[in-house]
């Protein structure tokens, strides 16, 4: 069996993890995190201090996968993006739907989650998963984490944190990333 280490320290992404791979372990790391818009530069940088710091504690692995999801919305031009967790730290969900929701008309976004695998040779691969939705008026629901609240997937008129995790993750940015990871690592 290979090894599989998440690195992250959300137990919501680790039950989304585990209901497609279940061999999946987890380690919590203090990683810095470099700032950009561009989320795979966020995780290859993440992806390398990880495999290091493994590396130097002896732990041996096969792969290591840090994730990240974003949050681009279409009237704020891609913002936040990959900013999304320092947006909900300082104006949270509601903040959010305020700016949304008076600024434009255009309450359109996309949730993107992007994975990084690294090997202990040090190649690595990137998968993601993209699901189009909208910002809702107010932050709705009491299910899921972070910005949940206030995302409403096209063809639905819950917010994920409305749904039952089992029908969030039936439908996630998240599950079809996760699904082209595992194609790819346990072939």
């Not at 990084?116 to 040779?121: A, N, P, Q, T, Y």
């Not at 949940?148 to 089992?166: R, V």
Request: charged fraction near 25%.
């Amino acid at each position: 069996m290979k090894n599989i280490y998440l690195i992250s320290g959300n137990e919501g992404k680790l039950r989304e993890f585990r209901s497609i791979i279940p061999q999946v372990k987890n380690i919590r790391l203090e990683l810095d995190e470099i700032q950009s818009l561009d989320p795979i530069k966020i995780i290859e940088y993440k992806l390398n201090s990880a495999k290091n710091k493994l590396n130097n504690e002896g732990i041996n692995f096969d792969y290591i996968i840090v994730e990240d999801t974003s949050l681009f919305i279409d009237s704020l031009n891609g913002l936040p993006g990959p900013f999304i967790k320092f947006f909900l730290k300082s104006i949270d969900n509601d903040g959010i739907c305020k700016i949304v929701n008076s600024y434009s008309q255009n309450i359109n976004a996309s949730a993107k989650t992007f994975i990084g695998l690294i090997d202990k040779e040090g190649m690595t691969n990137f998968f993601e998963g993209e699901i189009k939705g909208k910002i809702s008026k107010e932050p709705r629901g009491e299910n899921g984490f972070g910005w949940d609240k206030i995302f409403i997937p096209n063809g639905s008129n819950k917010t994920f944190a409305q749904m039952p995790s089992d029908e969030k993750n039936n439908i996630s940015m998240r599950k079809i990333a996760i699904e082209r990871l595992k194609e790819f690592c346990l072939q």
